[in-house]
């Protein structure tokens, strides 16, 4: 059984840093296109960033040169560390994992970024 469970998110003041976590089990995750995707009260849920088993990297325009997607795959665990975070970034972060016809989502984690 495959499993994505997301952890490390809470509350944080504007221009502070969080790191989220995604530990994965039942698969082999080196396999796997990881990635992070949002999803805001009243809003369609988007991309944040992905990351394939040989560290390439993409990003949604609105998180460039704040948000860092990483993975270690002898952990099973794919990271993304946000800086520099915004009202604007508070959401539900959900983990994903892709693999040609297979896509796995975990329950998502909460992001607060407020005052």
């Known amino acids: 059984q495959v499993r994505l469970v997301e952890s490390g998110g809470g509350s944080v003041q504007p221009g502070g840093s969080l790191r989220l976590s995604c530990a994965t089990t039942?698969?082999?995750?080196?396999?796997?296109?990881m990635g992070w995707y949002r999803q805001a009260p009243g809003k369609q849920r988007e991309l944040v960033a992905t990351?394939?088993?040989?560290?390439?990297?993409t990003y949604a325009d609105s998180m460039k040169g704040r948000f860092t997607i990483s993975r270690d795959n002898a952990k099973n665990t794919a990271y993304l560390q946000m800086n520099s975070l915004k009202p604007e970034d508070s959401a539900v972060y959900y983990c994903?994992?892709?693999?040609?016809?297979?896509?796995?989502w975990g329950q998502g984690t909460q992001v607060t970024v407020s005052s």
């Open positions: 039942g698969m082999t995750t080196r396999y796997y296109v």
């Open positions: 994903n994992a892709k693999w040609v016809t297979k896509e796995y």
């Open positions: 990351i394939t088993g040989g560290g390439s990297t």
